[in-house]
């Protein structure tokens, strides 16, 4: 499977916050790389999942899914 790349705009006010979308994420897909901004609430995805996948793992942890895109 090939990867893509994806970024969503994630309301996360902690460091909690990303450590808990992080996490959840790794569980997922542990060779997925996933990168966090907490200042500008960004969560860039690189994985194999489908975009639905990352995207439900992501609400799965509580966190409020602002908006989402599909990179590469």
Do not use: W
């Amino acid at each position: 499977m090939s990867d893509h790349q994806y970024q969503f705009n994630v309301k996360m006010s902690c460091s909690g916050c990303s450590n808990a979308v992080n996490k959840a994420l790794s569980r997922k897909e542990e060779n997925s790389k996933i990168d966090i901004s907490l200042e500008n609430q960004l969560v860039d995805v690189t994985s194999s999942l489908p975009y639905e996948d990352v995207l439900a793992t992501i609400q799965k942890t509580g966190k409020e899914v602002i908006s989402g895109k599909t990179i590469a």
